[in-house]
């Protein structure tokens, strides 16, 4: 059993502290928010993600994982003096696409001016390369007396709506430190997990983040520049991409055409690489290609939208506001199935681009509608997918929940105004949709 703490109870830290309680250890949780901290005592989850409310229950039953506010009692407790933190705060997207690192340089701190034994400081919050020197840096300088410390990168690969299974079954475990020997002490956290470990030096760790995030977000924007020309060639990526994946060298994953890549990591960590290489001197063209192509993904669903909702409306050419009158229903609103999490949301940002056309915007998600609520103006909420198609001119499907697969088309048809569906997310087969009357549009589906 190992002493740990985890800073941050966000979408890395709390599963992240829930597994390693769940191994038997005993895991702090530190976290700032007050009201996050008493929710967790009352067993409310601040986030949603699957098992992780029943995995967190099951370890603060058995005493192993505790939330609290203090720093002190966390880092220092008498019983129990922690010999592992780590660092899972959020750094979110500052000024030109360079990491803000706020929150990282507070905890930073706040651990230098607390600790009064040695510890290891493990970085898991997604960090520009360079930036487990700078902690280092920040401890050392603020420690009231030299006490020693130090600092492992250990990049988090979990994916929001999976990130239990995610954490209990990793590709890898990747470890940098300039310290081989604190490197070491942390791989045996994960030995329970018997996943492959990497050892390295900590700049090199962090790189392996970016370069991973930046990989899988080439691929998404690859998918998506042949779905665009699969439409003008009458191919469907669907089939394009099923072949390519048989190849091992290719492999299926991330080849699913659509609106493009959303959510908390790739749009920030894409962008953050291509300001890093920048800084240096370097042209990022691939990065700033892959960028440019997940932004048109999200334009090509509004002008299929306009282009099959004004086709035979001649009042509306050559105007500016050409979906004005006409009322357009989004089902899905978080970035991806399987999360409530609304950053860079895609469908979000087409809502935006559609009322700047002048649409009625109608909406419905299975478990983003309070997160979404918050952030959409003059959009009317629906309780589901029929209410939503009441009266819609054109229905664009934005995440590929699992209650979307299985809708009453029939039903859908019936409520709609016109039965027109553009499908961010190919959930649908388009020879049935036509079968069933609807005029169907999904991406990179071949019709010519
Ligand atoms: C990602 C990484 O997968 C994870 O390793 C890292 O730790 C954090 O960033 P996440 O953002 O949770 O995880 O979601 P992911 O499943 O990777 O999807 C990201 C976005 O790409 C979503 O908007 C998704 O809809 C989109 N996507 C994914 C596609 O458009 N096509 C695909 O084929 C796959």
């Given at each position: 059993m190992k002493n740990i703490v985890v800073i941050g109870v966000g979408y890395v830290g709390l599963p992240m502290a829930a597994g390693f309680a769940d191994f038997g250890n005993r895991v702090m949780c530190v976290d700032v928010n007050e009201d996050r901290i008493a929710g967790?005592?009352?067993?409310?989850?601040?986030?949603?993600?699957?098992?992780?409310?029943?995995l967190t229950r099951r370890n603060v039953a058995a005493g192993r994982l505790i939330f609290t506010t203090s720093y002190e009692d966390a880092l220092n407790g008498k019983d129990a003096p922690a010999e592992y933190v780590f660092i899972a705060v959020g750094t979110p997207e500052g000024v030109d696409g360079e990491a803000d690192l706020r929150y990282v340089r507070a905890v930073a701190e706040t651990i230098a001016v607390t600790m009064d034994h040695p510890l290891i400081i493990i970085n898991k919050s997604t960090v520009p390369v360079g930036t487990g020197d700078w902690v280092s840096d920040i401890v050392r300088s603020k420690q009231p007396k030299p006490i020693p410390f130090s600092v492992v990168s250990n990049p988090e690969f979990l994916r929001e709506g999976a990130a239990v299974t995610d954490f209990m079954y990793p590709d890898r475990v990747v470890l940098g430190s300039l310290d081989e020997n604190a490197a070491q002490k942390v791989a045996q956290l994960y030995l329970p997990l018997r996943a492959p470990l990497i050892i390295?030096?900590?700049?090199?760790?962090e790189m392996i983040k970016y370069a991973s995030n930046a990989f899988l977000a080439t691929k998404i924007s690859f998918i998506n520049e042949i779905a665009n020309i699969c439409e003008a060639l009458g191919a469907d990526v669907k089939e394009v991409a099923a072949g390519m994946g048989y190849d091992k060298r290719i492999g299926r994953a991330f080849l699913d055409a659509g609106l493009g890549y959303g959510g908390?990591?790739?749009?920030?960590?894409?962008?953050?690489?291509?300001?890093?290489?920048?800084?240096q001197g370097k042209h990022p063209q691939l990065l700033e290609a892959v960028m440019q192509i997940n932004a048109d993904a999200r334009r090509s669903i509004v002008s299929k939208v306009r282009d099959l909702v004004c086709a035979n409306d001649k009042r509306t050419s050559g105007r500016l506001n050409r979906l004005e009158?006409?009322?357009?229903?989004?089902?899905?609103?978080?970035?991806?199935?399987?999360?409530?999490?609304?950053?860079?949301?895609?469908p979000v940002d087409i809502i935006r681009m559609l009322q700047a056309d002048g649409a009625t915007i109608k909406a419905y998600d299975p478990v983003a509608m309070e997160n979404a609520g918050r952030l959409l103006k003059n959009v009317t909420l629906c309780e589901d997918s029929y209410e939503l198609a009441d009266g819609c001119d054109a229905i664009v499907i934005g995440t590929e929940w699992n209650e979307f697969k299985n809708l009453d088309l029939v039903k859908l048809k019936k409520a709609m105004r016109h039965p027109i569906i553009v499908d961010g997310r190919n959930l649908y087969d388009p020879t049935k949709m036509r079968e069933l009357g609807f005029t169907y549009r999904g991406v990179g589906r071949g019709y010519v």
């Open positions: 967790l005592k009352n067993g409310i989850m601040p986030i949603y993600e699957p098992g992780l409310e029943e390295t030096d900590l700049r090199t760790a908390s990591c790739f749009p920030k960590d894409v962008k953050a690489l291509s300001h890093m290489a920048n800084i009158g006409k009322v357009i229903g989004v089902l899905g609103l978080a970035f991806k199935a399987n999360t409530d999490d609304m950053r860079e949301s895609q």
